[in-house]
């Protein structure tokens, strides 16, 4: 018995100003590239462009630093990149763009570096100062964890003290009072004779 194939659809005649489902497929590309589109994008290719960024810089930290920023620019500028195809393709030149800057900011502090600033402290503060952090940190050992922790998070952090409550689940008048007896504490510790 053959076979008999469907005939297509014969499609309607198109009327001006009404939509059909090219028009929506146009309309959704001229949009730009969508958040989920992106977020795939990220999921697929994120080590390739580590990778890419590693060819072009010497630490890992900067390479991290710069695919991120890349998203976070190609996120911002989502909706000028018409053809979702074309995402990556904007992401390696972001990358590439990125750890160029990179660079030339580094051999710029490279180039102003090399230069004795007037006003820079001797050896002999600065053997002062280490002692000074070394016995700051003998002293912060000695705290209580909860006393040390606020501390770390108030000061070297720089975190107000609503964050610091928040990051460690505690009240806020609770970290006034581990903050104010780690200082009390700290005070106590670094006038010790050692």
Do not use: W
Not at 44 to 62: E, I, P, Q, V
Not at 141 to 147: A, E, P, T
Not at 179 to 191: D, F, H, N, P, Y
Request: charge should be positive; charged fraction near 25%.
């Amino acid at each position: 018995m053959p076979v008999i194939a469907p005939m297509p659809a014969a499609r309607p005649a198109r009327i001006p100003g009404q939509r059909d489902g090219s028009d929506e497929a146009a309309a959704t590309a001229a949009a730009g590239t969508t958040v989920d589109h992106l977020t795939e994008t990220y999921r697929a290719h994120y080590r390739s462009l580590l990778g890419l960024a590693a060819l072009l810089l010497d630490d890992t930290a900067s390479c991290e630093d710069v695919v991120q920023e890349a998203f976070i620019r190609v996120h911002s500028a989502r909706k000028r990149v018409r053809d979702p195809e074309k995402t990556l393709a904007y992401l390696r030149q972001t990358v590439v763009n990125l750890s160029r800057s990179t660079l030339r900011r580094r051999i710029l502090g490279l180039k102003l570096l090399s230069k004795p600033m007037p006003d820079m402290a001797s050896a002999e503060e600065g053997a002062y100062d280490q002692l000074e952090r070394r016995d700051l940190i003998k002293a912060m050992k000695g705290l209580q964890r909860r006393q040390r922790e606020v501390l770390v998070l108030r000061y070297f952090a720089d975190m107000t003290e609503a964050q610091v409550a928040e990051t460690l689940g505690i009240s806020l008048g609770s970290v006034k009072a581990y903050g104010s007896r780690g200082i009390a504490a700290l005070r106590v510790a670094m006038e010790a004779p050692a």
